[in-house]
């Protein structure tokens, strides 16, 4: 029995741990979240920069920067993308009903992201809390 097991996505007792340490600390500090993700679009645009991809490069400088100066603006930006891959499902969907349900929940939650933006922090912490205990939960086969 090993301690990390590879597998899709990954598996073991580690990972499992590690995701429910991550998940917590999210659902005690939300805006860590976004400050992990401004650090690394700094860093990726730096190995960019240095890979010699300017643009893509510097653009990614550009937007770890905004989001450490304004971190909230980073939910918006999801928010927004949200409604637009929403509306995008809705008429993309010819009204089969599944994508016609998923545009609409894509839509709305979109819209919940606007209106309260600290709930996409919450639900990052609970998909990895839940990822977690799956992981633990399979490792030991608890079901």
């Known amino acids: ?3 990390l097991i590879p597998g899709l996505p990954a598996g073991g007792p580690a990972l499992g741990i590690i995701l429910l340490v991550i998940g917590i600390v999210i659902l005690i500090i ?7 993700i401004a650090a690394a679009l700094i860093l990726s645009g730096i190995g960019w920069c240095i890979a010699g991809v300017w643009l893509w490069g510097i653009l990614a400088i550009i937007a770890g920067i ?4 304004i ?4 939910n918006y930006v999801v928010g ?9 499902q809705i008429f993309a969907s010819g009204w089969a009903l599944f994508p016609l349900i998923v545009g609409a929940l894509t839509l709305l ?6 209106v309260n933006p600290g709930i996409l922090n919450a639900l990052v912490a609970v998909i990895f809390i839940i990822q977690g205990l799956l992981m633990l939960a399979q490792y030991y086969h608890w079901f």
């Open 1 to 3: 029995m090993t301690w």
């Open 30 to 36: 939300p805006r860590i979240i976004n400050y992990l």
């Open 66 to 69: 905004v989001i450490l100066i």
């Open 71 to 74: 971190p909230r603006i980073l």
């Open 80 to 88: 927004i993308w949200l409604i637009i891959l929403g509306l995008g």
């Open 109 to 114: 939650f979109g819209i919940l992201v606007m």
